[in-house]
């Protein structure tokens, strides 16, 4: 398959008043178009740092990112960023909401506004265009901050903890979903999360890092067989704990 992002021997290092700390440390791998990773380690160990450098949003120390053969500084157009909070604008409603990213970048063609109608259709939001973000729930809200930035149409997308903010019940729901919405997309995606399950439920692979400077401790291909279609069958597997117990000791190594 071909590579779409390429990280090159990334290292991270902060100046502070005591001296220079190190946040990440020479790590390198790639991902594949279609791809769905997620990148898991202890707190602080520099996850959502490296998603920001991933995103051509802080330089790196030394090292380098491609994404499509180029510098992902010059990429940016084809890179999408989800936070933890959906970011939707209150006095917006969901369509105006959902064209937003398009107007920020000066997109806001007949073409591409009739594309944000059709993923709202698409994606159980049609009959809600005209209400407000108060008006919706939170998995409702999640989606719409997800076409909102699907509607500019990157080729990767960035997930910064996007459930975490959800109760545990509409966090499995939402993640199966959104799931589905970039497999039929086609979007290759790049996940930070706390949560291994999540992470082994979503992903073609796993990265584990350790604790600060951060290095790639580990990279499990993620393989639950072909009835674990979606990350809430994914959970039922029998093959499932194993990935969990091995990450899981993995971490508390690096802890």
């Not at 084809?78 to 970011?87: C, E, N, S, T």
């Not at 063609?109 to 209400?131: C, P, R, V």
């Not at 600060?212 to 990350?231: E, F, M, Q, V």
Request: hydrophobic fraction near 35%; charged fraction near 25%; charge should be neutral.
């Amino acid at each position: 398959m071909q590579k779409l992002v390429e990280v090159q021997n990334i290292s991270m290092n902060y100046h502070t008043k005591e001296g220079e700390i190190s946040a990440i440390s020479q790590i390198e791998f790639s991902v594949s178009s279609g791809e769905f990773i997620s990148i898991v380690g202890p707190s602080g160990c520099g996850k959502s740092t490296l998603l920001s450098v991933i995103a051509g949003l802080l330089p790196p120390s030394s090292g380098h990112v491609l994404v499509g053969g180029r510098p992902s500084t010059e990429s940016r157009e084809q890179i999408g960023y989800m936070l933890q909070k959906d970011q939707l604008f209150p006095w917006r409603n969901i369509l105006s909401n959902a064209t937003l990213g398009l107007e920020i970048q000066k997109k806001l063609t007949a073409e591409n506004i009739s594309y944000a109608h059709e993923l709202l259709e698409k994606y159980g939001l049609g009959d809600f265009k005209k209400n407000y973000p108060s008006e919706l729930s939170g998995g409702m809200r999640q989606r719409a901050a997800l076409i909102r930035t699907l509607a500019t149409r990157p080729r990767i997308l960035l997930l910064d903890e996007p459930f975490s903010a959800l109760d545990y019940q509409t966090r499995l729901t939402v993640s199966d979903e959104i799931s589905g919405i970039l497999q039929a997309e086609k979007v290759t995606a790049i996940l930070v999360t706390h949560d291994i399950s999540e992470a082994i439920s979503l992903s073609d692979r796993v990265l584990v890092l350790t604790k600060r400077p951060s290095k790639l401790a580990n990279i499990h291909k993620i393989d639950l067989g072909k009835d674990a279609k979606g990350p809430i069958m994914s959970r039922k597997s029998i093959k499932f704990p194993e990935y969990f117990n091995k990450i899981w000791k993995e971490l508390d190594i690096s802890d």
